[in-house]
Structure formats: C-alpha cells, structure tokens
C-alpha cells in the first residue's frame, strides 16, 4: 500500500455535524391560540411530541388555517413517524402563509429527510428569498449542498450562515470539511482552529484538524491533535486510527501497531484499520500477523480492492507469487476489471515469470495513446491556448503545495479543474471528451481481456492540474477509481523536450511503487512529453514521472474516466 492509498483511508470525525435546524419562530396569532402555540412549541422543544401535537390541533380547531399551528403539527406529525401527514401540514402552512420563513425552511428539513434533495434546495431557497437574512435557512442549505458534493455551493451557504451567526462553532466545523474535501487544506485548518477556539473540548474538529495536518506535512502537531481528541474522548476509534496513520508515516511502526489496535478495541469492525494494521505488521517484519490482519479485513470489506492487493504483497514477501495471482484471479471473477486489483496482478504475474501473461495486461504500444489537439476556436496558435490553460491553473484558488497523500513531489496540485462552462479549460474538457471517445470506439471486442471488456457505458470526467519546481517528480501510483485516466502538457521545461538520455520529466510506465517485495525486472516504456499533446492510458497502469533540473515550471493537467452505475 503505498502512501497515497493509506493515506486516502484517514476519515474525519460526522461529516457534517447537525442534521438541520428546525425552526420554532411564530407570528402573533388570536391570543387565546397563543397561549396553546407558546405552549405546544415548549412542548416540542423538550421532545414531548404527543403534547406539542395535541396542543397544535386545539390552535387549529379554533383557526383552522393557522400556519404556526400546522407548522407545529407538522414538525410534531413527522416526529412521530408520520412524514406523510408531517409534510401535508408543513404544505398547507406555506400556502396559506407564503412569506413564511420558517415553515419553508421546515418544510426543508423533512423533505430532506425522506429523500426528496431537489424539493428540499427549492423549499430552503425559497426561505432565503423571504428571508436573505435567515441563519437556519443558511445552515440547513448548506449541509444538503455538502451532501450532494456541491462543494464550492456548501461553502458559499456555510460563510453566509457565519456571517449572520459567527459565534457558532458547528458552522465552522461544517465548514472545515468542506474545505477540506475541496482540497483547500489551509483554510480548512483555520476553520478547526476557530472551531475548538470556541469550543475547546470539540473532540471531532481536534481530530480533522489533526488529519488536515497530516496531508500538509506538520506531523508533530497532527499527532498532538489526535491525542487530544483522545483526552476528550477516550474512546473515539477515528483518532486512534488517524493517529495510527501518522505515527506509521513517521517510522514508528510499534506505536501506530499500538494505536490501531485501540481503534480496533472500540470499533472492531473497523475495516480500514485491520487494513493497517497488516500494513504496520508487515513493515514490522510480522509477516503472519500483517497476513492475519488482511483476512479479517476481507471478512468484513470483502469488496475492498485494497486489502486483495496488500494481501497479495504480504504472499510476495512470502515467497509465494502465485498465491498473490490466486488472490486477484479470485476478486477478479466477481470485481470484473477492477482498477486496483488489476494493476496488482502485473506486479504478481511479473514476479511469477509470466512475461506473456504480464504483457498481455501490459500492452504499452496498444493501449498507450498520444493525442495531438487541434487549435481550439478563438486562439491563434495552441501556444496561445496553453498560456491560458497555463495562467488557469497556476492562478487557481485550489492549487497547494501537493498533501502528503498524492504521489507528487515537490510540486502543487489543484483541485477540480473542469466547473466552468466557458474559457480555456471548457475547451481542452471537450478535446478530452472527444478523444476519450476515439479511444473508446478503437477499443475491438475481446472479453477476454479485463480492460477492453469492461469499458464504462456511462462516465465522469474529472480533472486537476499539477504544477513542478526543479526536482519535482510523482511516484509510482495507479488511479484505483477511474478506468482510463490521461494527461495533457501545458508548459514543459526545455529540459523535458530535447532528445537526451537523461529522460528528466518523462513519464514511465509499468513500474510499480517501491514498497511491493519485487524480485524481477519489471516491464517498463517512458514516454517523453510533448506540448499541446495530450496521452490517455489504462488507469491500472502504474506510472511516475521523473525528476527534472530545471528553473522552468512543468504544468499538466491529469484526468480520469470515473465509471458511473447503469441507469
């Protein structure tokens, strides 16, 4: 397992806190219905449903198009575990009351609840249109849009609700997560920071903090957070892994051998911490053990790719090649084409002494495509072109200093690249959809072959942009969720581009990461970038490009092909 797939398993602590605010706020309505109103919202307040329900129905049977009380009645209704009659009222409430704030933002909430996401934004953005200013309408929109992925949405709403309520810690937590998962680590730092600032006891906001941290480097003051979530909460299985994973990344294998088995003590069936703890074991030259640790994490994750490929390593150090092939052969039959499992099984066929088994899965010269791009409309010269791409990327809010988990090396990455609908990005987005195709279409029909017979129907488009000082280099790594990935040059060192032997910045293939227990040479092709040119490759493909000696910047813009369900 290399660093960056132990690494992409370090989990944050209830993403996100609070499931949405109801709201209790109230009109003044006939003053004998108040008195029930007040009361039957104190009711609800204190989770006695039956009593808030009660209540809200006198309030109706004496003004039956009251909306605090079919607001009331509603909340209570759904609470007790009536959605149908809950959202019926809460309906009812806003069309006899259409500027009402609070019931749409209810209304919100148990549309949410039962799965109605689309309804929900429309009914929280209606609140927000009453009501710009409306903290719960913020919050509660807010969590949804991080559910969905929208990301850069989720932040917007988390900022606007601190804005209106800045001393509320668990907007700022929400917040940090977003962040993080936007891959704007430092400002997600700043966010856990603010959160335990206010609330110095917030075990979770220590131990995301802490992860947060670990991806920028500072291990010392991640492995601090984590025990301190720890002083907290003894028993939180998250930080204990967490504080695994850095303790493993600084060599200290005991400890973090240790530390998992904590997480394990309180959460036993913590896949992803039996996953490491074979992995710590077998560093620590515990090869049984590591081996032990793998199967009890397929027992319980008997799809997790990963842990195939950390046991086939572990039959590697054994000694036993072909149990490591048995092993991907076995996943294979019911993981067709799986990205991760595949790249493992030339590692093992390699090391079995099948060089035309290992070929047929490594076939370089069939499956590796160059692509040049034509001049997309409105630019002169692709010069041009990537000068823009070039400026996109380098001035992108998302690029940092490459975390700890990917596979570059003295360099910056950025997030998602491709959220614009116009400009330089949306037209290299359309080459590599286009080019994605070709590839594709070329593709003959050979079910025998696990790449070319498991092509996606449907897929995503992802992409990112990295960008290397001198000496910037990637390890050996796969793209375990996509099934083709590719890259196109932006700008290259003059370094990269003459025809020496010294390959610097090249891009090679087929050898994998340093820490599989190889024996034999391994089947390998380095490719010279070219500008304007863009390579599409299988994302089973281990690849790493090589350091360059340059005080010129070498900018690219990686992508993959993310396979989505049928339907």
């Not at 110095?200 to 941290?213: F, R, T, Y």
């Not at 074979?278 to 515990?286: D, E, T, V």
């Not at 799986?338 to 066929?349: H, P």
Request: hydrophobic share 40%; net charge negative.
């Amino acid at each position: 397992m290399n660093r960056k797939e132990r690494r992409r398993l370090n989990k944050l602590s209830r993403q996100p806190r609070a499931s949405g605010h109801d709201s209790a706020a109230r009109a003044r309505p006939a003053e004998g219905a108040n008195e029930l109103l007040q009361q039957g919202f104190t009711c609800l307040g204190a989770g006695l449903f039956q009593d808030a329900q009660r209540l809200g129905q006198q309030v109706l049977a004496l003004e039956p198009k009251n909306p605090e009380a079919l607001n009331l009645c509603g909340i209570a209704a759904f609470q007790l575990g009536d959605p149908h009659q809950g959202l019926e009222q809460l309906q009812v409430a806003v069309r006899f009351k259409p500027d009402y704030a609070e019931g749409y933002n209810n209304l919100g909430n148990m549309l949410k609840a039962v799965g109605q996401a689309a309804e929900a934004e429309a009914a929280y953005r209606r609140s927000l249109e009453i009501n710009p200013d409306y903290f719960d309408a913020h919050y509660n929109l807010a969590i949804l849009l991080e559910v969905a992925g929208r990301l850069d949405e989720a932040e917007a709403a988390y900022r606007h609700a601190g804005d209106i309520k800045p001393d509320f810690a668990e907007v700022h937590f929400n917040l940090g997560n977003v962040l993080k998962a936007a891959s704007k680590l430092e400002q997600a730092a700043a966010e856990y920071r603010r959160t335990v600032e206010m609330v110095p006891d917030h075990a979770d906001a220590h131990n995301n903090l802490g992860s947060v941290l670990h991806e920028l480097g500072e291990f010392d003051e991640a492995t601090e957070r984590y025990r301190r979530a720890l002083e907290i909460a003894p028993a939180h299985a998250p930080a204990h892994y967490n504080l695994g994973i850095t303790l493993q990344e600084l060599g200290k294998f005991d400890e973090a051998i240790a530390a998992y088995q904590r997480a394990l003590e309180h959460k036993p069936d913590y896949g992803e911490a039996h996953i490491n703890l074979g992995y710590a074991l077998q560093r620590s030259g515990k090869l049984d053990a590591a081996i032990a640790a793998y199967q009890r994490a397929i027992e319980i994750e008997p799809h997790n790719a990963q842990v195939h490929a950390n046991l086939g390593d572990a039959l590697l150090a054994r000694g036993d090649p072909r149990a490591a092939v048995e092993i991907c052969d076995d996943y294979l039959k019911t993981h067709a084409g799986n990205t991760g499992v595949l790249a493992f099984k030339t590692v093992a066929l390699n090391e079995l002494g099948d060089p035309e088994a290992t070929r047929f899965l490594l076939d370089f010269e069939r499956f590796i495509r160059r692509v040049q791009i034509t001049v997309p409309q409105g630019y002169a010269s692709l010069k041009d072109f990537n000068t823009a791409l070039a400026h996109y990327v380098s001035k992108h809010p998302t690029l940092v200093a490459a975390p700890t988990s990917h596979a570059t090396r003295y360099g910056q990455h950025s997030g998602e690249l491709l959220t614009e609908s116009k400009g330089a990005i949306a037209m290299l987005e359309t080459a590599i959809r286009g080019a994605v195709e070709e590839y594709r279409q070329s593709l003959s029909c050979e079910p025998d072959h696990p790449f070319v017979a498991n092509p996606p129907r449907r897929f995503a488009l992802t992409a990112w942009g990295v960008v290397m000082q001198s000496q910037g280099h990637q390890i050996a790594h796969n793209h375990p969720s996509a099934w083709l990935s590719g890259v196109y040059y932006v700008e290259l060192p003059d370094v990269v581009t003459e025809a020496d032997r010294s390959h610097e910045g090249w891009i090679e293939f087929g050898r994998p990461p340093e820490h599989f227990h190889c024996k034999a040479a391994p089947q390998v092709k380095l490719t010279q970038p070219e500008e304007g040119a863009m390579l599409l490759f299988p994302s089973y493909f281990y690849h790493r490009t090589l350091a360059f000696q340059s005080t010129q910047r070498r900018i690219s813009i990686a992508f993959d092909v993310l396979p989505l369900p049928e339907g």
